[in-house]
């Protein structure tokens, strides 16, 4: 099995489709194709949720805003999966979930000079290999060397404390939830109850249905962090939140 | 084969992929992911029009506004498809449309107090035991039983008389076609003439290419129902339409 | 394996597959469902550019403004590929791309009259039977003949000279990337120099990172051809162009 995850939009994908194809029987499988434009660190955050759903795959990865430059090729050993992708940080925080030490190869040998689409040149015929003839034969064989430096992407860690929280969001999803990187573990014990999202108090409920629609509220999302939400609505609007922002909460007076 | 269906987006449907094929090797196919968000009714129209030109298969669907509340997970036998989805009317009409008798499983356990993506941790993996198990072991190994409470979605009637007709939109498509409940049958004797529709004269014509481009409409649809249209532009802005808008249709004066 | 191609958004290529899927085990892939609406000429070009990258397939495109009229069905023999959509000239460039020579077969049986969805009830079942049966058993069983009168595409030829060259806009890419029809052979030369488009001075750059973010440039893009793209941005906006503007490049003094 080989997933794809790009920004490319359409249909671009559908070339890298083909050119896998042509070398390889695997079942293919997209993650998404519609990911926010060259933005390496939101793109890490959804591979870090969504591959570990998967079986053991090789995950093909191009959110490349540095393709045709210096930067490196890599694939990754965490577990039983492989991930080919740009040495931008976007594989990282995936490969560190799927295993506790994954291990990371970079191309040694110069990237073309002139391509704009390594998604289809570069990549695609990669992942095929690491499918057909496994990652030893191909590291082998494209002269990969095993490394330490790649690049990292550092989420920004949360400020939790007894009654408050400081943290940033980290995405909002298609149905404009913005989820922060405040673990939920921080309104284990208020359910039912308000609390203070940047001053403004908010219902704090276990689903979006607990409120009738166009109530803000706020909830542990599907990821297991905070996140602001509407009922049939958008969190995101309603708190004027997009990636980056940061998000302060804490208890009322009567709950401390 | 599993065919899945969503309000999802991107990229949450990959997770449901992923926790299936963990658990089987079915075909999957996707119907929609960009079905309007939380709109039970217009799911249940675009489901009953496109599922009954898939041979058998079960068929996973989650438009679940009431996620996390108490509603109830379901499992219809219609035919030789199978449907896994909430109980809230979403799966009635295309089940009746596969079957005459279509027979319905709900669970009698709780759902889990907590979950806002069900369609991953409930829906996905039930789906892939159905396919995998079967019905019969699925319904006895997680203890659904039979009902016939099941939610339903009163698609509305409309009223057709042999000079006028009244309906409504039913949905628009993403041509803009605006479709109604009209049947297609009230402009049997008249393609070629003009009719009234909400009180404007327009073209009635077999298809959207007999008339020059930018042209408004009268038609009858794919899915056998009287629709409105422009040739290549949207019906839908030209009649100022939406879901649920009402249609008024009469013959002109000179075809009464 | 059968691709498929479309410009009908979502759901209806669902229905397309529930019918190939009824007659076939093939293996499907989507090429792109969101092409340019009735936009027979863009379809062309992407198709061109992408199939070549499929191994031998069955191809089913449906971007058909003429549907439920006279125009007639066509499959068409290129090399081990088989292509399957309206004659409206979309397959013919794909096709010469893809053989020397390609050979057209057309329906004689009249079109159904009142159909407006092709698509699933004439194209679907057709690149079913293709891919099933093969070519010579379909042409013969369902009367196609052999015929040279297809409908063509022009896609216009660039004027191309040592100092300058004249063009159009063929396509804008989901990135917003603006590809013309100019050979990027043009730009040659002068990597790393600035030419004039339409008059401005603009870098000449390999790839896009090769300038900060923002940055207007002149590429020559994955498809052989100048490019007018905004490294991390869209070169489509930033050069007020749209599929049919003319472009105009000239070497600047000091190139001359």
Sequence with gaps: ?????????SPYPAAMKGVILSD???????VAHDLPRQDVRTGAFWLREILPYFP????LVVVDPGVGTGRRVLIVEAGDHRLVGPDNGILVPVAERLASEPTYYATTADSP???????????APLAASVHEQGLAAVIEEDRFEQVEDVE???????????????????AVDTFGNAITNIPGEFLADHVGDRILVDGRETP??????????????????????VEL????????????LETGTPVFLALTESDR
Excluded: C, K, Q
């Design 56 to 59: 053991p795959a090789v995950h």
């Design 229 to 240: 939400a509407v009922n049939r609505g958008r969190g995101a609007d309603a708190f004027d």
């Design 24 to 30: 390889s029987d695997a079942r293919l499988v997209d």
């Design 1 to 9: 099995m080989i997933t794809l995850t790009s920004d490319f939009g």
């Design 113 to 123: 000079a002139s391509a704009t689409f390594h998604g289809r040149d570069v990549f």
């Design 152 to 170: 990292r992407i550092d989420f920004p860690e949360p400020t939790v404390e007894a009654e408050e929280a400081a943290g940033e969001v980290l």
């Design 204 to 225: 704090v409920r276990s689903t979006y249905a607990d409120l009738p629609p166009g109530e803000p509220l706020v909830t542990v999302g599907s990821h297991g962090n």
